[in-house]
């Protein structure tokens, strides 16, 4: 029997679950479907079932959960408040819940602060005093690191950086405001872009996800290009404001849309670059992390810290 | 012979000095001009002397300095950088030049720095886990307060809030960027605002500074209490901003802009409610610091803090 630390990285549509021994050595992952719909009781007592039997299957012995799950957290009760991406989900105990599957120390957190954990833990050599994780997926969030732990605010909701308004009476976004980073800088804000700039214009090319919108850029369609320099000017604008706020070491990007690379990466930088008021900017490096999907690696290792 | 902290405020025009033995119990202080002119090293020997006076006048022996100069500082190894308020005053060894006036602990940090921690330690009747303190004079700056510390940033330059860029292509600003909080809500931006809003309009109304605008705007001069709710909801998009990224429990305002109380508030206030995601944003609780000139005070409290 080998004790190893379980992560748990709920989704709206797939639950990712990793078993890890050490920080960055994984003995087992897989995911499962989420159907969430089932409510909150009967979901953790299946996915209970799955991880019992999978650990009856490999020998192992749960030493400490770590958990992410979407939404608003209460990480020190270990109550998911409410979550935009599991429907009806609202004050769900969800440490208790799972307390009773595995009887061991478990940890509940925001998945955004649980992914920039494990980026932190996996994804740099040495821990920095300050590291800003951006994700940038179909919503843009993030998480921050602060003297080697997850900080969370004052009802644990820091970290909206997908909300930071860049722009007044800017892009409509997700949230209801306008202007936010994830209105341009979210798939969503993304795809929408390219569809008005190529609205009227004859063209084949259907763009479907942050992908297709990456390759088209790459064999050089100008309009691909040119949504891509836009976003990436605002996320520019994003770690220029967060970078006077917060002087950190590190800014970490994750998630689909910034495996673009390059293509947001230099007019992030170039945006960067042509401020004047340089000191607090020039220490701050910018990164995409090389493990896009590190939620439950995450969630493990938090329930490592957290032992 | 009394024991006594000793907190000197840097400032460009005028130099700050208290003496405190307990938080909030205030000895004695003074101020003196800084004739910075003379260079640094003429300045601390002369300063110290005045100090060293004092202290003899008055029976105290100082047990600790804590020190706020305006800057860029780099607070490990106690050199202020540079400082666009000290002219000619580059890498600076501060820390070492007052240890041979004092031979005590010497803490140097950055002036708003210190000053948030003043207001941390005075404002609040228990110490929250976040508190952003938000500096509105000539300049807008700001320091940061998290789990009872200050904190840095990777080169100590954290807190630049000032320069959060709110508007693309917004008003020019002192730092050579454009649309920073500072060209909105600093008395510099707001005064060239109120020019700009009274050119061309018979007026024999001249505005000098914040406390002529305030007063102008409380007897009712529409065009002064349009900049000042221009110069609010822009510091409301700051606190937004903030909010999403910090979730801090308090922050706090300070300067002689923030003494326009409501005229300011309100608008910001409005701002921050106007958003349709408010999780972050409910549980911030706004307040303009009751003293507006607490630098000398907060250094003698870092002092203390450092002991």
Chains 1, 2 share one sequence.
């Not at 748990?8 to 159907?35: C, W, Y």
């Not at 892009?171 to 798939?187: D, K, M, N, Q, T």
Request: proline fraction near 5%; aromatic fraction near 6%; charged fraction near 20%.
């Amino acid at each position: 029997m080998l004790w190893a630390f379980l992560g748990i990285d709920i989704g709206g549509t797939n639950t990712k679950v990793a078993f890890m021994r050490r920080p960055g050595r994984v003995l087992h992952q897989f995911a499962v479907a989420s159907e969430t719909f089932v409510g909150p009781r009967r979901f953790v007592s299946r996915l209970g079932r799955i991880i019992r039997e999978k650990c009856g299957d490999l020998g192992l012995r749960v030493e400490g959960v770590g958990i992410g799950a979407p939404g608003h957290v209460d990480f020190r009760r270990g109550i998911l408040r409410d979550s935009p991406n599991l429907p009806g989900w609202k004050n769900v105990p969800l440490k208790s819940l799972f307390f009773r599957q595995f009887r061991t120390k478990i940890l509940l957190d925001n998945d955004a602060n649980i992914a920039a954990w494990g980026a932190f833990v996996l994804e740099l050599k040495r821990r920095p005093q300050q590291m800003v994780l951006i994700t940038l997926g179909t919503g843009v969030g993030g998480g921050l690191i602060f003297g080697g732990k997850i900080y969370h605010g004052i009802n644990g909701s820091a970290g909206e950086i997908g909300h930071m308004r860049l722009v007044p009476r800017g892009a409509l976004c997700s949230c209801g405001g306008r202007g936010c980073l994830e209105a341009y800088a979210g798939s969503y804000g993304l795809l929408r872009r390219a569809r008005e700039l190529k609205a009227g214009r004859a063209s084949r090319l259907v763009i479907m996800d942050p992908r297709a919108l990456h390759l088209a850029a790459r064999r050089g369609d100008k309009i691909c290009i040119k949504v891509w320099k836009e976003a990436g000017e605002m996320l520019g604008r994003a770690i220029v404001n967060l970078s006077y706020v917060l002087n950190p070491e590190y800014v970490l990007l994750s998630g689909g849309v910034a495996q673009a690379g390059a293509l947001l990466l230099e007019p992030a930088r170039r945006v960067m670059r042509q401020n004047a008021f340089a000191g607090p900017l020039k220490p701050v490096k910018i990164r995409v992390a090389r493990r896009p999907n590190s939620g439950a690696l995450g969630a493990a290792l938090a329930a490592m810290e957290n032992a």
